[in-house]
């Protein structure tokens, strides 16, 4: 038998470790959650490779989680027919933390010790695989991945540094395919494994699982059987004619032991829309999406036609990326299937424009080829269909959210999401339509709540024509621009830009139902309101003085003008009609966009 080898874990997982065994302590259940999640991915993973490569799903042709409890001796095994892990897959996977659930989850407790420390947070995040350490003092792992002839074992204890592999030699143990893992549990928990305890955690916490879970539960049924007369009984009748015996029959309860389906395997899109509750559609979002807050929308629907597909898209409640995410954004939002079978979660740009990559959801098509690529999904001509009905939906969901009695949801989605459909004002020409309704300004007249364009329109003067805005670095000098004093003394509205995408959004934008958006800090700015007669005399009067201070400031204007659209200030210094606002020049100087 070759020796354990011993390895130490990475310093992450050896501080997480810590903070499992030593003080997470409520919601230690969560810890089958993760591991039927794990079990769920690898058969995942399996499933999707088997799709080109048939001959993997020879060793074990059924996709399928098993767990057995012994009540005894406290231990409970859970075993997978999935993807397995190489040796080198388990010192990666199981010693190090690469992936971002548990990551995200290191940072919220960061952030949360420093505002005070909330041990909660585990049942919102769940840590992965190391949750096992909750339950268990000892973690066997057992695997055997298709790409390797020989079958590894895991081990690892609660509170100790460093964990062991060796290979799998005693044939009792060798399983063809998948994972075994084994916990030996602590003391205090050895209630889990009561099969009655696991069978309703597996119904609670694994109703979206695509896989079937089966639990070895102990099962009877009722028998008669014949049994002998009492002897007794018997003496009395016994008056010669007994030629025939008297036989009596008696029901009894055999018991054995079986597996029993404990979970409902049909995929929550599949069902029909009116008999799914929005819990169940916000805890298969948390689920699917490794999310701890309900989402702020969603929308099931099934598409029949040309192209045949369902889908539930989500708006999140909160905004995990910054600015560089707007950009260049990998996320992984949208859960593509083909036929129930998981493909990617990696083809978001085939299906939705990036400025709405933060929508999430799952789509199912039976129309794609299950080895399906991006580079099919490029070509496809179906899946420009998905992609138009796809945008179109998730546009009427965030309308239905701007609707909303409740305007404090969609103030929060325009927080997270603003700046994403200002984003679509400058990608997408042909939703134009679409997104401006859904935009978002303060204003003059509203400094403290956003209006919309609608509100805008609604509220305009009878003869006026146009929108007009400023765009500017703060609400601050938006408010105290000389620019507004002629517009505020006529008691015209004015937009007030603030966000540095706000100009270029608006100036693709052009115009909203047939009123064109004005700056107000441009030179030729007409409010109607021209004395021609006026105009000359002033200019009389002061056209030296204009002369005057252009020749003192040479260069550093373009021109020196009489001006009509102040009311209290002296002077005002404005963009030429063609060239950039001030505000762009600043922009383009610190090159925010
Ligand atoms: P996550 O599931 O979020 O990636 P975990 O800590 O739960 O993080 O698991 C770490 C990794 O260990 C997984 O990504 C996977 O590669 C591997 N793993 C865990 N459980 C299994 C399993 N049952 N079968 C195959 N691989 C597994
Ligand atoms: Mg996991």
Request: proline share 4%; charged share 30%; aromatic share 10%.
């Amino acid at each position: 038998t070759p020796p354990a080898e011993r390895y130490e874990y990475q310093a992450e997982v050896s501080r997480l470790m810590d903070l499992i065994v030593n003080s997470l302590y409520s919601n230690k259940e969560v810890f089958l959650r993760e591991l039927i999640s794990n079990a769920s991915d690898a058969l995942d993973k399996l499933r999707f490779l088997s799709v080109t490569e048939p001959e993997l799903l020879k060793d074990a042709a059924d996709l399928d989680i098993r767990i057995q409890t012994d009540k005894d001796n406290g231990i409970v095994t859970i075993t997978d027919t999935g993807i397995g892990m190489t040796r080198k897959e388990l010192i990666d996977c199981l010693g190090t933390i690469a992936q971002s659930g548990t990551a995200k989850f290191l940072k919220a407790l960061k952030d949360s010790k420093d505002a005070g420390g909330d041990n909660n947070l585990i049942g919102q995040f769940g840590v992965g695989f190391y949750s096992a350490f909750l339950v268990a003092d000892r973690v066997v792992v057992s695997t055997k991945s298709p790409k390797s002839d020989k079958q590894f074992v895991w081990e690892g204890e609660a509170n100790a540094s460093a964990y062991t592999i060796r290979e799998e030699t005693n044939h009792e143990n060798l399983i063809p395919r998948g994972t075994r893992l084994t916990l030996y549990l602590k003391r205090d928990d050895k209630g889990y494994a009561h099969p009655e305890r696991i069978q309703k955690l597996v119904k609670n916490y694994s109703q979206f699982v695509s896989f079937p879970i089966y639990t070895w539960q102990e099962k009877g049924y009722t028998k008669e059987v014949e049994v002998d007369e009492d002897p007794a009984e018997a003496k009395k009748d016994d008056q010669g004619e007994t030629a025939e015996k008297k036989k009596k029959t008696k029901t009894v309860v055999e018991k054995y032991w079986d597996w029993e389906l404990t979970n409902e395997t049909q995929p929550i899109w599949l069902r029909s829309p009116k008999d799914v509750t929005t819990e169940e559609y916000n805890e298969f979002y948390k689920k699917t999406f490794n999310e701890y807050l309900d989402p702020l929308a969603s929308s099931h629907f099934t598409t029949e036609g040309e192209v045949e597909f369902r889908s539930i898209l989500y708006i999140p409640a909160i905004s995990p990326s910054g600015k560089d995410d707007l950009v260049n954004p990998k996320t992984k939002n949208i859960r593509l299937h083909v036929k129930r079978v998981f493909i990617s979660d990696d083809f978001d740009g085939e299906l939705f424009p990036r400025y709405l990559s933060f929508v999430k959801g799952v789509v199912d098509s039976n129309d794609l080829p299950l080895n399906v690529s991006r580079e099919i999904l490029q070509e496809s001509r179906i899946v420009r269909i998905m992609r138009k009905r796809l945008v179109r939906k998730a546009f009427d969901m965030i309308l239905g959210l701007s609707l909303s009695e409740n305007r404090e949801d969609y103030e929060k989605f325009w927080d997270n999401f603003g700046k994403y459909l200002k984003l679509g004002c400058i990608e997408d020409r042909e939703n134009h339509k679409r997104i401006a309704p859904l935009l978002r300004f303060f204003s003059s007249q509203s400094e403290e709540e956003m209006i919309s364009l609608d509100e805008y329109v609604e509220n305009m003067k009878p003869e006026q024509k146009n929108i007009y805005y400023i765009a500017s670095d703060s609400l601050t000098s938006a408010k105290n621009t000389p620019f507004l004093e002629k517009l505020l003394e006529k008691d015209l509205e004015v937009l007030f830009l603030v966000d540095p995408i706000d100009e270029v959004a608006i100036q693709n934008l052009k115009s909203f139902k047939e009123k064109n958006f004005v700056d107000i800090s441009k030179e030729d700015l007409d409010l109607g309101d021209k004395n021609e007669e006026k105009e000359r005399e002033i200019k009389q009067e002061f056209g030296q003085t204009c002369d005057w201070i252009k020749k003192r400031l040479g260069d550093k204007v373009a021109s020196v003008q009489i001006s009509n659209r102040l009311s209290s200030s002296p002077c005002v210094l404005v963009s030429g009609k063609f060239g950039w606002s001030a505000n762009m020049e600043r922009l383009m100087k610190s090159q925010t966009i």
